[in-house]
Protein backbone atom coordinates (compact mmCIF):
# COMPACT_ATOMS: atom_id res chain seq x y z
CA UNK A 1 0.00 0.00 0.00
CA UNK A 2 2.60 2.28 1.08
CA UNK A 3 5.09 1.45 -2.14
CA UNK A 4 1.58 2.22 -4.67
CA UNK A 5 1.35 5.34 -2.53
CA UNK A 6 4.89 6.12 -2.97
CA UNK A 7 5.32 5.55 -6.61
CA UNK A 8 2.39 7.74 -7.73
CA UNK A 9 4.19 10.41 -6.39
CA UNK A 10 8.24 10.22 -6.49
CA UNK A 11 10.27 9.42 -9.18
CA UNK A 12 11.79 5.69 -9.22
CA UNK A 13 15.37 6.77 -8.06
CA UNK A 14 14.23 7.63 -4.60
CA UNK A 15 10.77 5.37 -4.48
CA UNK A 16 12.71 2.37 -2.07
CA UNK A 17 14.14 5.11 0.56
CA UNK A 18 10.72 7.27 0.49
CA UNK A 19 8.57 3.73 0.61
CA UNK A 20 11.45 2.72 3.59
CA UNK A 21 10.79 5.98 5.71
CA UNK A 22 7.26 6.54 5.43
CA UNK A 23 7.38 2.59 6.24
CA UNK A 24 9.14 3.11 9.51
CA UNK A 25 8.28 6.29 10.53
CA UNK A 26 4.20 4.57 10.22
CA UNK A 27 5.12 1.71 11.98
CA UNK A 28 6.44 4.15 15.00
CA UNK A 29 3.86 6.01 15.01
CA UNK A 30 1.79 3.00 15.33
CA UNK A 31 3.79 1.39 18.15
CA UNK A 32 4.33 4.47 20.09
CA UNK A 33 1.82 7.06 19.51
CA UNK A 34 -1.86 6.95 21.12
CA UNK A 35 -3.52 4.41 18.72
CA UNK A 36 -5.14 7.17 16.91
CA UNK A 37 -5.14 8.95 13.48
CA UNK A 38 -1.84 8.64 11.66
CA UNK A 39 -1.85 11.32 8.44
CA UNK A 40 1.10 10.86 6.00
CA UNK A 41 2.07 13.94 3.86
CA UNK A 42 3.98 13.87 0.91
CA UNK A 43 5.20 16.78 -1.15
CA UNK A 44 7.80 16.30 -4.31
CA UNK A 45 9.37 20.20 -5.21
CA UNK A 46 13.00 19.74 -6.00
CA UNK A 47 13.13 17.82 -2.76
CA UNK A 48 10.79 15.19 -1.38
CA UNK A 49 9.82 15.67 2.15
CA UNK A 50 7.72 13.31 3.77
CA UNK A 51 5.33 13.89 6.91
CA UNK A 52 4.03 11.54 9.74
CA UNK A 53 1.37 13.05 12.27
CA UNK A 54 -0.12 11.13 15.24
CA UNK A 55 -1.82 12.08 18.47
CA UNK A 56 1.01 11.74 20.47
CA UNK A 57 2.15 9.20 22.89
CA UNK A 58 3.92 8.85 26.08
CA UNK A 59 7.08 9.57 24.43
CA UNK A 60 9.58 11.56 21.58
CA UNK A 61 10.90 9.98 18.78
CA UNK A 62 14.38 9.52 19.23
CA UNK A 63 16.99 7.68 17.83
CA UNK A 64 17.33 4.43 20.31
CA UNK A 65 21.17 3.68 21.23
CA UNK A 66 21.14 -0.08 20.13
CA UNK A 67 22.09 -1.83 23.04
CA UNK A 68 22.42 -5.41 23.63
CA UNK A 69 19.65 -5.58 25.66
CA UNK A 70 17.72 -8.00 23.55
CA UNK A 71 14.75 -5.53 22.60
CA UNK A 72 13.88 -6.00 19.10
CA UNK A 73 13.17 -3.11 16.58
CA UNK A 74 15.02 0.47 17.44
CA UNK A 75 16.42 0.69 13.87
CA UNK A 76 13.33 3.18 12.50
CA UNK A 77 14.98 6.66 13.32
CA UNK A 78 18.49 5.33 12.66
CA UNK A 79 17.19 4.47 8.94
CA UNK A 80 15.31 7.87 8.48
CA UNK A 81 19.08 9.43 9.73
CA UNK A 82 20.59 7.43 7.24
CA UNK A 83 18.78 7.92 4.26
CA UNK A 84 17.37 11.51 4.88
CA UNK A 85 19.15 14.77 4.15
CA UNK A 86 17.78 15.96 7.15
CA UNK A 87 14.60 15.15 9.70
CA UNK A 88 13.02 16.75 13.00
CA UNK A 89 9.85 15.87 15.17
CA UNK A 90 7.34 18.39 16.55
CA UNK A 91 5.61 18.14 19.05
CA UNK A 92 2.37 20.50 20.11
CA UNK A 93 0.04 18.04 21.38
CA UNK A 94 0.60 15.94 18.44
CA UNK A 95 3.92 14.01 17.28
CA UNK A 96 4.93 14.69 13.92
CA UNK A 97 8.00 13.51 12.44
CA UNK A 98 9.27 15.33 9.28
CA UNK A 99 12.02 14.19 6.62
CA UNK A 100 13.72 15.39 3.42
CA UNK A 101 15.22 14.13 0.48
CA UNK A 102 17.01 15.03 -2.34
Avoid: Y
Avoid at 38 to 64: F, H, M
Amino acid sequence: MVRKFVSEHVGESTCDDVTLIVSELVTNAVRHGSGEAIEIALSVDGVVKVDVRDEGGDTVPAIRHQTDDGRPGGWGLVLVDRIAREWGVVTDGCTRVWCVLR
